[in-house]
């Protein structure tokens, strides 16, 4: 089993651009989980989704829009990304809300100019 | 409203001294708390949680619920314990997780 996987690792943006971040679970996990890690920050829960067809805003959801239109796949979009989207994203998933263990991916470190 | 702070930013360590990493939250509901890892090139993974009272690679973790606490213990570092570690409080009415700002644990030869 691959686990929770991103793509891409790596994006250079420029300001206004949009992009489309794929997270890819095949644990069958219902509950999954965008992150962002930023320094001093710690992690912050951007959006997440309970089940297939469900999306529901974290702590910092502005700017960004996600969609979860198969079970193993969590799709984080920027519209219109700013300097301040600047930050390391975190896929998560886990199966349930307890006793709650999360997966995480790897991470993509994206870098908007 | 629901918050969990770490108030050490960086904790450096001699090797075989202990450590403790404090984890103090705020939630009106019943807690459940959390240990998070992160080492250096690896994925955030899971180390303990409170309700399984574990010793994962030596580290334990006690919920005070008077003091609002969920410290994370350990008896004698290692050097391969340095890393990042996060303190996460799950939020059983939202169905997610909170998680505090981290701390880096530093474990000095």
């Known amino acids: 089993n691959a686990g929770v996987t991103q793509t891409p690792k790596f994006r250079v943006l420029k300001t206004g651009q949009s992009m489309t971040l794929l997270c890819a679970q095949d644990?069958?996990?219902?509950?999954m989980y965008w992150y962002r890690q930023d320094p001093g920050m710690g992690l912050r829960l951007i959006h997440y989704?309970?089940?297939?067809?469900?999306?529901a805003k974290g702590e910092v959801p502005d700017g960004y829009n996600v969609s979860r239109l198969k079970k193993q796949n969590f799709l984080l979009g920027l519209e219109s990304a700013a300097p301040s989207q600047t930050s390391v994203y975190f896929c998560?998933?886990?199966?349930?809300?307890?006793?709650?263990?999360?997966?995480f991916g790897p991470g993509t470190r994206l870098t908007v100019t | 409203a629901q918050r969990v702070t770490q108030p050490e930013k960086l904790l450096s360590v001699f090797k075989g001294a202990p450590v403790e990493l404090k984890c103090n939250y705020s939630?009106?509901?019943?807690?459940?708390l959390f240990w998070y890892v992160q080492y250096s090139r690896q994925r955030l993974q899971l180390l303990l949680r409170?309700?399984s009272r574990e010793s994962i690679k030596g580290f334990t973790a006690d919920l005070n619920k008077g003091e609002t606490s969920f410290h994370l213990k350990k008896p004698f570092a290692q050097e391969e314990d340095s890393a990042m570690y996060y303190c996460?409080?799950?939020?059983?009415?939202?169905?997610?997780?909170?998680f505090g700002k981290g701390t880096r644990l530093h474990i000095l030869p």
């Open positions: 644990m069958n996990h219902e509950y």
């Open positions: 939630y009106s509901g019943s807690p459940e």
């Open positions: 989704s309970v089940g297939e067809g469900t999306t």
């Open positions: 998560a998933s886990s199966a349930d809300r307890g006793p709650y263990e999360q997966y």
């Open positions: 996460a409080l799950l939020l059983n009415r939202d169905d997610k997780i909170i």
């Open positions: 409170h309700i």
